[in-house]
């Protein structure tokens, strides 16, 4: 059990017959093909796939009932064929219902770059891109295209974007486009558009013109001129994802022009095709007093000033895909502008493939937080789906964790955040807890532990417990209470860093920028007194957050910068309550390990020892967050750890030295 088949196990079938429409294509077969493969349903059965034209029925959702599916698209029966297996498969009844996505965009972001490489991934080599790129595809390729697809096509995904935001101007040139347009075939047949990210100095960079700006005839032309290529190449080709003016990559702003300026003009040459921008909002220079605040301000003058084929994609948080953030004050703000949620499923700041973490309960905190920008109940999620602002596309975008490992995503239960992704994505307000108890059942439990009476005491409730706990765990033992962006990048991001900075640093890539620890207090001040962050949220939530004795704990050092005795709302000092949260955390990976142990009778040996190695690896990055983060922040509060914590085990000399860059020693000396 090497875990390549993901949530996607073949299950035992009984024979079932398929009756589709009369006209026959990829996706039709396909839909065909994974009900007769994995029919749990009463042997000899009919099931038939029907198109219509419901009106109750939104984007490629589906109607099921026990004649089969009907839906408006092919996509939409594909869909429905894989939700009648799952409710198979996790023994929920099929009802008459009717299931639309939330979003009409559902889409994987791919950090791969040309080389093969991929950004921020914890899973191995690009399953896209090869560094050897003689631009052969291989058979091998093609078949783990098709089942990548297929696991996205089970959760209703139906975008990728296959390369780095970070993007090389070759990924438009002739030889990419013919890799690309192969992968857009092996996507096909199950749903799967594909998209590219671009490099906004595509023109001067690839074309050889002398400029790239956005307002330049050439630049336009050739804009035009390459669309046209692409989608020669590929007819349904999705569109483009850009990362312009932000983290040194080329933007409209270098030539004196706006994001809007940059947006439509890709836009413009989208449209004819029915192709998409999506233009990120993680844009921050190094010179603004608070990152925090810059996308709002860029952004929100430029509303009702972008076509409506471009969606502005913004992270959940307003830095960067912290263990807690509050919720981009982006969200709402912009109201004649789509806007679209970026989550991070790739584990870059929540222990990569190493700790267990399920990001569901993250990212229904975001989807589930109310801006209030058009009064109570505008959730994040209704400000991003439709329901608040008429908005003519929406979507919903996921840093992908996919790579050649073995297992897909590098930790067995990474898996879980794929899942996730795609099950939020088709819907916004399906809770963590049953997306943890599905993908338990479909990845851990046979038809015979389904169907026995101890595995849902034994193994279903605990490990379900484990998910929805393990996020909040990870948030305490790494930054507890509003601290953020404390890691090391030493180690890329993996493991505690609040002294981190090497010199000559750009301040706001440094933690002790972010956490301000002092001997009169710790945390950022975004308060009306401080950087006026606060301001960016509709009331309540501006006077909520601005004010220590309201703002939420899970917040606090974000907005606020307080002396280390304040009184807490438990009426603990900020110091014990910190040093609390900290030991809290590692207790609770060590509870993950006795939950984990106690699993073993009903988990394949394989799994069950690789995983049980992580959270052991996982327990000791818990224990070194705590140590250095109590040892460092002693050193400005004069206070002693609690007697309830648990002593240190390192010294603060120890883990800083072990934080230096590692030694180069000239090759071939010891
Ligand atoms: C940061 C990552 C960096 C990405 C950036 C982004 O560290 O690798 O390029 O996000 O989203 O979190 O553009």
Not at 126 to 153: C, E, M, P
Not at 220 to 247: C, L, N, T
């Amino acid at each position: 059990e090497d875990g390549h088949q993901l949530w996607l196990r073949p299950h035992a079938s009984v024979p079932v017959k398929v009756v589709g429409p009369a006209k026959s294509s990829a996706l039709l077969a396909t839909a065909r093909q994974e009900l007769q493969q994995g029919w749990q349903g009463t042997a000899g059965a009919t099931v038939t796939l029907k198109l219509t034209k419901d009106k109750a029925i939104k984007y490629d959702g589906f109607r099921l009932n026990a004649q089969g599916v009907q839906a408006n698209t092919e996509r939409g029966l594909l869909y429905g064929a894989f939700g009648l297996l799952r409710r198979q498969q996790t023994g929920q009844a099929v009802a008459e219902e009717i299931s639309n996505p939330s979003y009409e965009y559902r889409l994987l972001n791919h950090w791969d770059n040309p080389d093969g490489s991929v950004e921020r991934g914890y899973a191995g080599q690009s399953i896209f891109w090869r560094k050897d790129s003689s631009f052969v595809v291989t058979g091998h390729d093609r078949a783990l295209w098709q089942q990548y697809a297929r696991a996205n096509a089970s959760v209703g995904l139906n975008g990728a974007v296959i390369n780095n935001v970070n993007s090389s101007p070759l990924m438009l040139s002739a030889a990419y486009l013919a890799r690309t347009k192969a992968i857009a075939g092996a996507l096909r047949p199950y749903g799967v558009r594909v998209y590219l990210a671009v490099k906004f100095s595509s023109p001067a960079l690839l074309g050889g013109l002398k400029t790239s700006d956005p307002l330049d005839p050439a630049v336009i032309k050739w804009w035009h001129a390459k669309v046209k290529e692409v989608y020669q190449q590929i007819p349904d080709f999705g569109g483009f994802v850009v990362k312009a003016s932000s983290e040194g990559q080329p933007g409209p702003q270098d030539y004196g022009r706006t994001h809007a300026d940059g947006a439509n003009l890709l836009a413009d040459a989208l449209r004819p095709y029915g192709g998409l921008v999506m233009w990120r909002a993680f844009v921050y220079s190094p010179s603004d007093k608070d990152r925090a605040k810059q996308a709002y301000n860029e952004f929100v003058p430029l509303d009702g000033k972008f076509l409506d084929n471009v969606i502005i994609q913004v992270k959940n948080g307003p830095i960067d895909f912290q263990p807690r953030e509050p919720f981009s004050p982006l969200f709402g703000a912009l109201k004649k502008t789509a806007v679209m949620p970026e989550f991070q499923i790739t584990q870059e700041y929540l222990g990569q493939a190493i700790d267990l973490v399920f990001l569901a309960p993250m990212w229904q905190e975001c989807l589930r937080s109310d801006t209030h920008q058009a009064g109570p109940g505008s959730t994040v999620a209704r400000c991003t789906d439709g329901s608040v602002y008429a908005q003519k596309h929406s979507a919903m975008a996921g840093v992908s964790n996919v790579g050649l490992d073995t297992n897909w995503t590098g930790h067995d239960f990474a898996q879980a955040n794929w899942y996730a992704f795609g099950r939020l994505a088709w819907n916004n307000q399906l809770d963590s807890r049953q997306i943890a108890d599905e993908w338990l059942k479909l990845t851990f439990g046979t038809a015979a532990q389904l169907a026995a009476a101890d595995w849902d005491a034994h193994f279903l409730a605990p490990m379900t417990q484990l998910l929805l706990a393990s996020r909040e765990a990870a948030v305490n033992y790494s930054m507890p209470l509003g601290l953020h962006h404390i890691m090391s990048a030493t180690h890329g991001h993996y493991g505690p860093g609040p002294w981190w900075g090497p010199p000559g640093m750009r301040a706001d890539w440094t933690p002790p920028y972010y956490h301000q620890a002092a001997a009169n207090g710790v945390g950022f001040d975004r308060t009306t007194a401080g950087s006026n962050a606060v301001s960016q949220y509709h009331e309540p939530l501006a006077a909520e957050f601005n004010n220590p004795a309201t703002c939420p704990d899970e917040y606090l050092l974000w907005f606020h910068h307080l002396p280390w005795d304040f009184k807490m709302k438990s009426g603990r000092t900020l110091w014990d309550e910190l040093a609390l949260h900290y030991d809290h955390g590692v207790r609770q990976v060590r509870q993950f390990q006795q939950t984990w142990d106690a699993a073993r009778p009903y988990v394949d040996a394989e799994r069950f020892a690789v995983v049980q190695n992580k959270l052991r690896t996982q327990s000791g990055n818990a224990v070194l967050w705590k140590d250095a983060c109590l040892l460092y922040f002693q050193q400005f509060s004069h206070l002693p750890i609690p007697a309830e914590v648990e002593p240190p085990m390192h010294t603060l000399e120890g883990v800083i030295a072990n934080d230096a860059p590692p030694l180069r020693r000239p090759a071939g000396q010891p």
